[in-house]
């Protein structure tokens, strides 16, 4: 029995150090299934763990999706994604120490559970958002406008990625959307987080008021502190991508 054991060691060890990428990792994966259920003694007819016996890029491009939000649109550019919902962009009022950090994307017709519905103070509060763009002129026209999102789902892919002042995405990857980092402004009570808004963002229409709820800035990059400058530069706002693989 220590004999077998051994070689089911062994074997594992092997087939570890000869996976590599790819198919190939998934072909070992099945045959290190196979082999521990052996010597286990379920082993069995050999069954591929995935049941995609041999098509395993297929069958991988079939299951594999991965959802990500498209700040300031409601559609989905990409070829390969599609829309989930679309909505608003919300979060917490600027001004509120306890505000949440993270944007969401509320859909346009909520859904309420008129049952559990009761009034208090001890809440978390939502507020709409605004862009905050006066001082930035190409977006001057946008201020205290209330930018749109949509929850995209993009098939075939298995993680999206946001990159910062980047405007391409890295090779092999699949580019979504480009548009400019946006955050809070350094002097509210409350921070959130960053986001990649659109580079034509649209609103809701008849969103003019300033109501100054959750506020989006535009992030820019601030030399003479530990930031490499050059090549990031002053006070330049800063672009961002969304990528998927
Ligand atoms: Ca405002």
Redo the contacts with the bound molecule.
Sequence with gaps: MKFFNYTVVFCLIFLNKAKGDGDDAEVADNVENYIWNFFKGDAGDYEPINNCKGEFMTCETRNASVVYTHWGRSDCTSDTSDVVYTGYIAGGHHSHSGAGTNPLCLPETPEYNNGLIASGIYRSLIYGS?L?TSSYPPWAGLH?KDPLCAVCLAQGRSTSLMIPAKRTCPQGWTKEYEGLLMGSYYKETAGHEYLCVDLNPEVRPGSSP???GF?IHNAVGVCGSSLACPPYVHNAELSCVVCTW
């Design positions: 605004e905050q205290d300033n109501h100054d506020l």
